[in-house]
C-alpha cells in the first residue's frame, strides 16, 4: 500500500493550486498543505468518502481563516504589496502554459484581492476548477443558491477589473525581449516607445528594500527610471528571461543576485504594466543565475 505522503503528493498539485491562489503567497501556500496533510494523519481516517473532496475542504478553510488574518498585516505593509511569484528558469511545456498563464498572473491575482475571503474561495473553486455549486456549499457551508449569487457578483467584479487586451504568448515575449535589449543598454527613447502612454510601475520592497511607496505612472518617468538602472549600476546588473507566474517576464540581478523578479501585462504592441518584486522574502525560492 501507498504510504501517506505518497497519497497525499497525488493531490499536492491541485490543492497547492488553490492555496496559491487563494493567499498569493508560495510560503503561506506551503504551510497550508503541511497543516493540511498533519491534519488528515491525524484524523485517523485512511480513506474518507472523498479524499480529494475532504483536503480540498480542509485546504479552502484554512485559506480563508488565513486570508482574514492577512488583511490586517496588509493594511500595515510597508508600501505597495504583490503576491510572492512563481518562478520558473525554463520554458514551461504548452500544458503547463495553458493550466497557468490565464488564471495566475500577478495581474490576475491583484484582482482577486478585492474579493472578500469566501468570494475568492468560491469564485476560484468554481471559475477554475470546476467545481460544482453543491460541492463549493459543501466546502464552504452555503447553499448552492447562495454559492451561485457569491461567485455571479465576484464574476462581475473581476471582469470588470481584469486587464482588456488579449496578447499572443508569442507576441508578448517578443516585446519582452526587445524591452530587455533596451533596459540593459540604457536607451531611455527605445524603452519609451515600447510603454504605453499610461504604464503604470508597481514596486514591493516590503520596507526592506528601496522601493516605490506609490505607483509610477506615465513612460517617460518609467524609461527615465530604467535608464537610470542602467546607468547608475552599469557593469553590476543584468536582465534574465524567466517564466513568471506562466507568463514570460525577467529577472533582475545585481552583482550575481537575484534582485527583483518582475512581470509585465502587455496592452496590444506596448507594455502597460509593470509588477517588481523586490522584496527579499519573496525572492527566497528564485534560483540564482
Not at 500500500?1 to 505518497?6: G, K, L, T
Not at 476548477?129 to 447553499?143: C, H, N, V
Not at 448552492?144 to 482588456?164: L, S
Not at 524603452?191 to 499610461?198: G, K, N, Q
Amino acid at each position: 500500500m501507498d504510504s501517506s505522503a505518497e497519497i497525499f503528493s497525488a493531490y499536492r498539485r491541485r490543492l497547492f493550486g488553490i492555496a496559491y491562489r487563494m493567499l498569493g503567497s508560495r510560503a503561506d501556500a506551503e504551510d497550508i498543505l503541511q497543516e493540511t496533510y498533519l491534519r488528515w494523519i491525524d484524523s485517523h481516517t485512511a480513506a474518507p468518502h472523498s479524499l480529494e473532496a475532504w483536503l480540498v475542504t480542509v485546504v479552502t478553510r484554512l485559506c480563508i481563516d488565513r486570508l482574514r488574518s492577512a488583511k490586517a498585516e496588509r493594511e500595515v505593509y510597508t508600501g505597495s504589496w504583490l503576491p510572492e511569484p512563481l518562478v520558473s528558469p525554463e520554458p514551461l511545456s504548452p500544458d503547463q502554459t495553458l493550466e497557468l498563464a490565464s488564471d495566475l498572473s500577478i495581474a490576475f491575482l491583484l484582482v482577486l484581492e478585492r474579493l472578500a475571503p469566501d468570494e475568492r474561495a468560491a469564485f476560484l473553486l468554481h471559475e477554475v476548477f470546476d467545481f460544482a455549486y453543491a460541492e463549493i456549499g459543501r466546502i464552504l457551508g452555503k447553499t448552492p443558491a447562495a454559492c451561485r449569487q457569491i461567485v455571479h457578483r465576484a464574476k462581475q467584479r473581476v471582469q470588470d477589473d481584469r486587464p482588456r487586451f488579449t496578447v499572443s504568448r508569442e507576441a508578448h515575449r517578443q516585446l519582452l525581449e526587445k524591452f530587455l535589449a533596451a533596459a540593459s543598454a540604457g536607451r531611455r527613447e527605445q524603452i519609451m516607445r515600447l510603454l504605453a502612454d499610461d504604464v503604470r510601475v508597481t514596486t514591493d520592497g516590503g520596507g526592506k528594500v528601496s522601493s516605490f511607496r506609490k505607483v509610477v505612472q506615465g513612460a517617460d518617468r518609467v524609461a527615465r527610471f530604467y535608464a537610470g538602472l542602467s546607468r547608475k549600476f552599469a557593469g553590476r546588473s543584468g536582465y534574465r528571461l524567466a517564466e513568471i507566474n506562466g507568463a514570460p517576464g525577467l529577472l533582475r540581478y545585481l552583482d550575481g543576485q537575484v534582485e527583483s523578479a518582475q512581470a509585465f501585462v502587455m496592452h496590444g504592441t506596448q507594455i502597460g504594466a509593470i509588477y517588481i518584486v523586490r522584496n527579499p522574502d519573496k525572492l527566497q525560492g528564485i534560483v540564482p543565475g
